[in-house]
């Protein structure tokens, strides 16, 4: 067994086509459940910090950072599951399933609940009567757009192959069709990290919070391009300047979390938007192709 690689390790010497150990696909499933666990718990991190804030309590909101966290930690979870998957040869329509529904949960319903804590439920400054439940019930609807566009996007990703995005990249890289959940999920849990976990009072913030989520659900359901990062692999050989600019990133992660998430997230939710733009000005500047005829007529 000495210096073999992982994938023939987990291999079963009983068969003959070479399948993994029955154990190797408790490998993924065990990431998959962590995240699932870590949904769960911001959950219930969202709850505690609204029952703490009823009660008048300003400043940081400990429960809501913890539901934060929880989310982002899963955020990178998630992101390992598949690549242990593939690693080990274990990749399996069970996997798939349960990383499908383990993602509703903790990358739709936890962040669309965290979000109506941090950004709605105390919202105040003049919202009284007849508008404030205008107000609620508009939240309401963009929060449960949010969950359904990426409840959707996670079934369109299940059911297509190799699908290609209305502005093809590179033909080397790898995207994914319209904004990942995990990056939605990951983008709103930054927001509130960032912030202190201080739910919003102004309801002006409030609002433009409340476009903001119509934005993610919008991206998600979009098709545009964003890299997925699949033929990145810490496994082989990297330049020195990937190394250097890793651990520079892991040592202002640990010491500027704050800032540090909340750009890298901006950044990558940016990027579609950035790309698409790109190409619909580049399209514009484009000069128009000649007909064939008037071709044909000026070569001649």
């Not at 210096?3 to 399948?19: E, F, H, Q």
């Not at 190799?162 to 990951?186: H, M, S, T």
């Not at 990290?193 to 739910?199: H, L, M, Q, V």
Request: charged fraction near 15%; aromatic fraction near 12%; include cysteine.
């Amino acid at each position: 067994m000495k210096g073999l690689r992982l994938k023939d390790r987990l291999v079963d010497p009983n068969s003959p086509d070479r399948r993994p150990r029955k154990a190797a696909y408790a490998l993924p499933t065990l990431f998959t459940a962590g995240n699932l666990l870590l949904g769960y718990l911001a959950i219930m991190k969202a709850f505690q910090g609204a029952m703490l804030a009823a009660t008048g309590a300003t400043g940081v909101n400990p429960h809501l950072e913890v539901s934060a966290i929880s989310i982002g930690v899963a955020v990178f979870l998630d992101g390992l599951d598949g690549r242990i998957a593939r690693l080990t040869n274990t990749v399996s329509d069970f996997g798939r399933e349960l990383d499908s529904l383990a993602d509703v949960i903790t990358f739709g319903v936890a962040p669309a609940v965290l979000a109506w804590v941090w950004g709605f439920q105390f919202a105040d400054g003049g919202l009284e009567g007849e508008l404030r439940e205008h107000f609620n019930r508009a939240a309401y609807f963009f929060l449960f757009l949010y969950l359904m566009c990426g409840a959707s996007r996670l079934a369109r990703f299940n059911i297509q192959v190799d699908p290609v995005p209305k502005n093809p990249g590179r033909p080397g890289r790898k995207y994914f069709v319209g904004l990942p959940i995990p990056a939605a999920a990951g983008m709103v849990a930054a927001v509130v990290y960032a912030s202190g976990s201080e739910p919003l009072r102004w309801w002006p913030l409030s609002v433009a919070w409340l476009v903001f989520m119509g934005g993610l659900a919008f991206l998600m359901v979009s098709t545009w391009r964003y890299r997925s990062f699949k033929d990145f692999n810490l496994l082989r050989p990297q330049s020195p300047v990937s190394v250097v600019m890793l651990g520079s990133l892991i040592y202002l992660t640990l010491n500027y979390s704050h800032a540090v998430l909340l750009s890298m997230a901006v950044c990558y939710v940016g990027s579609g938007v950035v790309i698409r733009i790109g190409g619909i000005v580049k399209r514009k500047l484009r000069p128009p192709a000649s007909p064939p005829e008037e071709a044909a007529i000026s070569n001649g």
